[in-house]
């Protein structure tokens, strides 16, 4: 019987570690500065384009070579009122959109963004912490090529993004999305700002850790269905 445990036990384990190569839970990337550790699950078939001082240029992880299609991970520090109620914190996060489209220029973000409309709003948790997330569509106009993108292309292109900014205490983490609009899905771009965590300071968290996690997650969602 025992034995018979440890078989079904190695196949699940086998099956969970298998699951890792989707493509949502490919990859972890786990951010090597001292002072603002964390982590953050992708797709394996994903690349890192850039990784900096979060408190800067942030890390950008990238689907392909076109910069229309990937993740941006930064960390703005005492930008919010952590105070703010559910509502007041989804007008600041809309604002904040809405002003950076008003003023994206082609100099200096390579595009300019028009027509935004709005079309979701949520307020939810990430990693224990409050979180709101947006999701919007608008064109994006490139006359200039991105010379960080080796695909990148001029061109009037219609995107779906998300913003998520995770509030930790007056600081906010964020988890900022971009899809042409026909590349975008809502299932994965939410699991994938869901799998963000703040990583405790001094914490010897390794990827065989957070893959752990994730086994208990999926017997989790399997057990309960």
């Not at 005492?78 to 809405?98: A, G």
């Amino acid at each position: 019987m025992i034995f018979f445990v440890k078989i079904i036990l190695f196949f699940l384990v086998f099956v969970a570690v298998v699951g890792l190569n989707t493509d949502v839970f490919g990859e972890v990337f786990i951010n090597s500065e001292k002072e603002f550790p964390f982590s953050i699950e992708y797709p394996s078939n994903w690349n890192i384009t850039f990784s900096k001082s979060v408190i800067d240029d942030g890390v950008m992880i990238d689907s392909d070579k076109t910069g229309r299609n990937g993740m941006w991970i930064g960390l703005w520090q005492d930008y919010v009122d952590p105070n703010l109620s559910d509502i007041e914190l989804k007008w600041f996060l809309k604002d904040h959109i809405s002003y950076y489209c008003q003023n994206s220029i082609f100099e200096k973000d390579f595009g300019q963004c028009t027509h935004l409309e709005f079309q979701d709003t949520i307020v939810w948790e990430i990693d224990g912490f409050r979180a709101v997330t947006s999701i919007q569509k608008y064109n994006w106009d490139v006359e200039s090529t991105d010379p960080r993108f080796s695909d990148s292309t001029k061109g009037t292109f219609h995107i779906i993004d998300t913003l998520t900014w995770i509030i930790f205490d007056d600081d906010i983490w964020i988890v900022a999305t971009i899809n042409d609009a026909d590349k975008f899905d809502k299932t994965q771009t939410l699991d994938i700002a869901k799998s963000f965590k703040i990583t405790p300071e001094n914490s010897s968290l390794s990827q065989i850790e957070l893959w752990f996690d994730y086994i208990i997650t999926f017997f989790t969602r399997l057990i309960h269905g």
